[in-house]
């Protein structure tokens, strides 16, 4: 099995990640050379600077893969997109639907949590997402501010009611700040985080998930815990959709050592 990456910023010239077609194919080679067998293109969606249209984002990706398939780099690239945390959930169906990943019946979408912190705001947009039939996967928990102290508690009924959490690599990295990586740490060893994701931007930030195996080891998962964490839990998501229902293990808040 390979590593599948479900939050990456590789599709070029559409938001802050790949600049050009030549950062996107440099980065694919590093990805199959590290054992990444398929990676989910997830330019920012109703961001207040990038803004991508989500009705172009299928197009975009097949002229990626194309140029992927040009240069006989084995990688395989789905369309999908990364929500900002305000104003998206009135999106049409179609557009969702293109965003979408999974089987009908387990369609989930990937939410980006508010920096400034899990609020109010945001857990009601997340609801009304889910209440129009979509899980979510809710990208970088660990980076929201205050998510260790209090921010858990409005997380914690989304995560209840079955949405599922994607930690970044970056964060495990340290590359965000000694706070996102205890929490991430946290979520990991925890159990809270359903899996790990790049959230790379090729040209900038060029992390693997491939490191995010060791990083999983080191911050006190079992490699058995790393591995689904990486390979076979978004694999799941990709092939079978999010999990319906409440979830099953009732979580507590994330533990950081004292
Ligand atoms: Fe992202």
């Keep these: 099995m390979s590593y599948a990456d479900i939050h990456c910023h590789i599709l070029p010239g559409v938001d802050d990640g790949a600049r050009s077609i030549e950062e996107s194919l ?3 080679r590093r990805l199959t050379a590290e054992g990444v067998g398929e990676v989910v293109a997830t330019p920012h969606i109703g961001h207040p600077v990038f803004g991508t249209d989500p009705m172009a984002v299928p197009l975009r990706v097949a002229e990626l893969q194309a140029a992927l398939a040009g240069e006989g780099i084995a990688l395989d690239v789905h369309a999908g997109g990364e929500l900002f945390p305000h104003g998206n959930c ?3 169906d179609e557009a969702l639907e293109l965003l979408a990943h999974g089987p009908p019946g387990a ?3 990937l939410m980006e949590v508010p920096f400034a912190g899990v609020d109010q705001r945001f857990a009601g947009e997340a609801a009304i997402l889910m209440g129009r039939g979509y899980g979510l996967v809710i990208a970088h928990p660990e980076r929201a501010e ?3 102290e209090g921010g858990w508690e409005l997380l914690e009924p989304l995560v209840g009611a079955g949405a599922l959490l994607q930690v970044n690599v970056c964060s495990l ?3 965000n700040g000694a706070r996102a990586k205890a929490a991430g740490e946290a979520l990991v060893r925890g159990g809270q985080a359903f899996t790990i994701a790049s959230d790379a931007h090729p040209g900038t930030r060029e992390h693997t998930l491939a490191l995010g195996f ?3 080891i080191r911050a006190g998962a079992s490699s058995v815990q790393a591995w689904r964490l990486t390979q076979a839990n978004p694999r799941f998501l990709l092939e079978s959709g999010i999990p319906k229902g ?4 009732p979580f507590g808040p994330p533990q950081v050592p004292a």
């Design 107 to 109: 369609r989930w979408l």
């Design 246 to 249: 409440p979830a099953a293990i």
């Design 26 to 28: 440099d980065y694919a």
């Design 173 to 175: 990295l340290g590359n």
């Design 146 to 148: 205050g998510l260790l």
């Design 90 to 92: 009135d999106l049409p």
């Design 214 to 216: 060791p990083l999983a």
